[in-house]
């Protein structure tokens, strides 16, 4: 049991070795001060914030994701009639919207984006607009 470790300034704090779990139980508190890494990458909404990214992005176009950690998409369309959207992450369909007939409505599709990975929004059939993308990374 420890209950402390307090390494010096500037030196660095190695605990377990590959394979080891490290287990923080339930009711205890945990804190990181500085960035918390598994594997040299970055860990989702560690050290991350929202950005409204509309302005930048469009239907079609294909985004890498070069920020050094996992980001989350979230992409808010505007469908009209007989329309569908899908989400492509590395050239893979991962999720679609679909409409068929009716009133137009607005739609919202999620996605985590490995670091590295190609990223995009792509009309499938019909003209699918944008209302909202935000990215947390």
């Not at 050290?47 to 890498?64: I, K, L, N, P």
């Not at 989350?72 to 991962?94: W, Y």
């Amino acid at each position: 049991f420890v209950d402390k470790l307090d390494p010096q300034s500037g030196t660095a704090l190695e605990i377990g070795t590959s394979g080891d779990t490290i287990t923080v139980p339930s009711g205890a508190t945990f804190n990181v001060a500085g960035t918390l890494q598994s594997g040299g990458v970055g860990m989702l909404g560690i050290g991350q914030s929202w950005a409204e990214v509309s302005g930048s992005r469009a239907m079609g176009v294909t985004y890498t994701n070069s920020t050094g950690q996992p980001i989350m998409v979230v992409i808010s369309l505007h469908l009209d009639d007989a329309e569908v959207a899908e989400f492509r992450i590395g050239g893979t369909a991962m999720g679609s919207v679909q409409k068929s007939g009716g009133n137009p409505a607005r739609m919202m599709c999620s996605m985590i984006v490995p670091e590295g990975d190609t990223y995009g929004m792509f009309n499938t059939s019909g003209t699918t607009t944008v209302s909202n993308w935000a990215e947390l990374s």
